[in-house]
T-cell receptor, first 120, second 111 residues
Framework: EPEVTQTPSHQVTQMGQEVILRCVPI?????FYWYRQILGQKVEFLVS????????KSEIFDDQFSVERPDGSNFTLKIRSTKLEDSAMYFCARKRRGLAGGALGYNEQFFGPGTRLTVL | GESVGLHLPTLSVQEGDNSIINCAYS??????FIWYKQESGKGPQFIID?????DKRQGQRVTVLLNKTVKHLSLQIAATQPGDSAVYFCAENRAGNQFYFGTGTSLTVIP
C-alpha cells in the first residue's frame, strides 16, 4: 500500500510563530494519526483523526495543537505558538484498509517520511 | 510509571548471523504489539505484529515471540543483511488506537 507524503520536509521557525505541517494521503482514507519524535527519543502519539474528527489525543496534544482536514484531502497539524521544545520530527500516519477488526495487521499504520521542525 | 522499553540500545551483528532484539513492557492490559523498523531519515515501517493470545508469529525472515508471564517481546531476524541496519521499535497498543513506542534499539550489520 502506498504511504502518505508530508510537506515540508524541513520547517524552520522562530519561537512563538505558528506552523502548519501537511500530510497528503491517498483519497478515501478516513483514519490518520500524528506522531512526533524528538531527536534521539521515542516516537510519541499525538492525535488520531477519524472521519474528520479527533478520535483520541495524548496529553502532549494541548491547546497549542490542532488538526483538521480543511479541503478533504490534506490533513494538517497546526502548532499555534511554537516553543523550543516543539523541535522534533513530526510523522503523519494512516491506517491500513481492508482488514476486519481483530485480524492481524488491522492496526498497521503506514508512516510518512516526516517533517523536521526546528524552532529557534 | 508504566512504559515500553528496550533492553539494549545498540546491537551489532555479522552479516548472515541471526539478530535478536528485545523489548520489555509493563502494562499487562496491552493486548497487541507491533515491531517497527526505522531507517535514517524515514518514518517507522511496520515489520510484524502479534496479539496477546499468541506466543509466536513468523514472517519473512522475522519472528516475534511474546512472553506474557514476564512481559517480554522479542524480534528475531534470520540471516541478517546489511539492509536490516536500522533502529527497531516495539510498540504496544493498550486501548483504542494509541500506540506507545519504546526507545528503540539500533541494529548495525557488519559486512
Amino acid at each position: 500500500e502506498p504511504e502518505v507524503t508530508q510537506t515540508p520536509s524541513h520547517q524552520v521557525t522562530q519561537m512563538g510563530q505558528e506552523v502548519i505541517l501537511r500530510c497528503v494521503p491517498i483519497s478515501n482514507h478516513l483514519y490518520f494519526y500524528w506522531y512526533r519524535q524528538i531527536l534521539g527519543q521515542k516516537v510519541e502519539f499525538l492525535v488520531s483523526f477519524y472521519n474528520n474528527e479527533i478520535s483520541e489525543k495524548s496529553e502532549i496534544f494541548d491547546d497549542q495543537f490542532s488538526v483538521e482536514r480543511p479541503d478533504g484531502s490534506n490533513f494538517t497539524l497546526k502548532i499555534r505558538s511554537t516553543k523550543l521544545e516543539d523541535s522534533a520530527m513530526y510523522f503523519c500516519a494512516r491506517k491500513r484498509r481492508g482488514l476486519a477488526g481483530g485480524a492481524l495487521g488491522y492496526n498497521e499504520q503506514f508512516f510518512g517520511p516526516g517533517t523536521r521542525l526546528t524552532v529557534l | 510509571g508504566e512504559s515500553v522499553g528496550l533492553h539494549l540500545p545498540t546491537l551489532s551483528v555479522q552479516e548472515g548471523d541471526n539478530s535478536i532484539i528485545n523489548c520489555a513492557y509493563s502494562n499487562s492490559a496491552s493486548d497487541y504489539f507491533i515491531w517497527y523498523k526505522q531507517e535514517s531519515g524515514k518514518g517507522p515501517q511496520f515489520i510484524i505484529d502479534i496479539r496477546s493470545n499468541m506466543d509466536k508469529r513468523q514472517g519473512q525472515r522475522v519472528t516475534v515471540l511474546l512472553n506474557k508471564t514476564v512481559k517480554h517481546l522479542s524480534l528475531q531476524i534470520a540471516a541478517t543483511q546489511p539492509g536490516d541496519s536500522a533502529v527497531y521499535f516495539c510498540a504496544e497498543n493498550r486501548a483504542g488506537n494509541q500506540f506507545y513506542f519504546g526507545t528503540g534499539t539500533s541494529l548495525t550489520v557488519i559486512p
